[in-house]
């Protein structure tokens, strides 16, 4: 398995409440991606990161902020929890920006009440 | 608009029983498809990367192939344990084009 790990594994939360996931990698890989995933959707690609401190938008990145200030961590934050933002987060690293394999973490199960 | 689809949405066999999942997409040039396994509250699990029409890649009991508008994850003399959703996912040319990932086919396989 690629050294991949999310924390909190489990989360239930209310609405409006402020929420962090964290990703930690330990294959020093240069790309890191936030993705969620919901019945009757595919994954959808949340925020992204191509370096330190460089992130950028993905196609269903409202309500989330994300930051690295390490390589190899990766923060998605939801700055006001609702209830649409209920899913299953998943975090990918890669060696190139989506051209090659993405390997994923275990994920997050978010419960927003 | 870059576009994956992928059928059947699910798929039961028996043990034994070969056949074949369908990933159609819609991209503007192919940089690659991309075939994932998924077991119930776990992470997609990486299995082949395909970049060019005729291109075949084999793991096990499965064979993914590509053509210019699809791609077939064939499963032959399937096993309970090949039982899991299958993703396909597509990233196009552009430098700025993500991966787009289809919504799965649901296989089950009865022993």
């Known amino acids: 398995d690629a050294g991949i790990t999310q924390s909190p594994r489990h989360k239930v939360t209310e609405t409006g409440t402020p929420v962090t996931l964290r990703c930690h990698q330990t294959e020093n890989h240069r790309y890191m991606y936030w993705y969620r995933q919901d019945p009757g959707h595919g994954l959808r690609l949340i925020h992204y990161s191509y370096g330190v401190k460089d992130t950028d938008k993905g196609e269903v990145s409202d309500g989330y902020s994300v930051s690295r200030s390490k390589t190899e961590d990766f923060l998605l934050t939801l700055e006001s929890a609702t209830s649409s933002q209920t899913s299953v987060y998943f975090c990918?690293?890669?060696?190139?920006?989506?051209?090659?394999?993405?390997?994923f973490g275990p994920g997050t199960r978010l419960l927003v009440l | 608009e870059d576009q994956v689809t992928q059928s059947p949405e699910a798929l039961r066999l028996q043990e034994g029983e070969s056949s074949s999942l369908n990933c159609s997409y819609t991209?503007?040039?192919?940089?690659?498809l991309f075939w994932y396994r998924q077991d119930p509250g776990k992470g997609p699990e990486f299995l082949f990367t395909?970049?060019?029409a005729g291109e075949e890649k084999e793991k096990e009991r499965l064979k993914a192939t590509l053509t210019k508008k699809e791609s077939f994850l064939h499963i032959t003399a399937p096993k309970p344990e090949d039982s899991a959703t299958y993703l396909c996912a597509v990233k196009g040319m552009n430098r700025d084009d993500k991966i787009i990932f289809g919504k799965g086919t649901r296989l089950h396989i009865l022993p």
């Open positions: 991209v503007s040039g192919l940089r690659g």
């Open positions: 990918a690293i890669s060696t190139r920006l989506a051209a090659e394999t993405q390997y």
């Open positions: 395909l970049y060019s």
